[in-house]
Structure formats: structure tokens, C-alpha cells
Nanobody
Framework: QVELVESGGGLVQAGGSLRLSCAAS????????MGWFRQAPGKEREFVAASDWTGLSTHYGDAVKGRFTISRDNAKNTMDLQMMSLQPGDTAVYYC???????????????????WGQGTQVTVSS
């Protein structure tokens, strides 16, 4: 069974940065697509970013493009999300997710991801 655990969330002022990490255990996910989603209060879960197993092919949601960077370390079975120029609209619970397989294109639907972390809260104050 795959377990995903997020860390790195917290409170930051607008314009600041945070780095989220996701640690996977149970089995290697080096061949799997991995991604980040977020869910703000009262809103649906939103796609943030995804990466193929190499980390060279990535895709970002329009709201975060140019500000967030997804990266992977397959040797450590980890994935990070570097978030820059944070705004109050980025406030949400951020979830790490992994698909059951690799492939292309990188999916943006949460239904394409089989494994989920419990989430980490990111709060951006104005």
C-alpha cells in the first residue's frame, strides 16, 4: 500500500514563499505520474501541478503557472512544490497525489490519481 505524507505548509505573508514536500512509502513511485492539488474552503479540489517520472515533463494549472515549480527525487521517493509570490488566493489545503501509472499527457483530473496524502494547510495573509 502506498502512503503519501505532505509537509512544509504554514502561514506566510503575501509575496512570500513556501516549499512543500511529499514523501512516499510502501513502494517506489519512480514510474508514476505525481502531482499536487489544492482545495480552498467552499471550493472544489483544484489541479496545481503534475510531473512525469523523470521530472522533465511538467504541467501547471493556470493559476500557479510561473510561480510554482514541481520537482521530484526518485532516489528518495519524494516530490516537492516550490511556491513563490504567494497570494491570499493560494490559501488552501495542498494535497500530494500519485497516479497508478506513468504516461502522457499528464492528467489534471483528480480522478486520474489513485493515491493521496492527507494534505497540508497553506495560509497566505494579506
Amino acid at each position: 500500500q502506498v502512503e503519501l505524507v505532505e509537509s512544509g505548509g504554514g502561514l506566510v505573508q503575501a509575496g512570500g514563499s513556501l516549499r512543500l514536500s511529499c514523501a512516499a512509502s510502501g513502494r517506489s513511485l519512480r514510474d508514476n505520474i505525481m502531482g499536487w492539488f489544492r482545495q480552498a474552503p467552499g471550493k472544489e479540489r483544484e489541479f496545481v501541478a503534475a510531473s512525469d517520472w523523470t521530472g522533465l515533463s511538467t504541467h501547471y494549472g493556470d493559476a500557479v503557472k510561473g510561480r510554482f515549480t514541481i520537482s521530484r527525487d526518485n532516489a528518495k521517493n519524494t516530490m516537492d512544490l516550490q511556491m513563490m509570490s504567494l497570494q491570499p488566493g493560494d490559501t488552501a489545503v495542498y494535497y500530494c497525489a500519485a497516479a497508478a501509472h506513468g504516461g502522457w499527457p499528464l492528467p489534471t483530473s483528480q480522478n486520474s490519481y489513485a493515491y493521496w496524502g492527507q494534505g497540508t494547510q497553506v495560509t497566505v495573509s494579506s
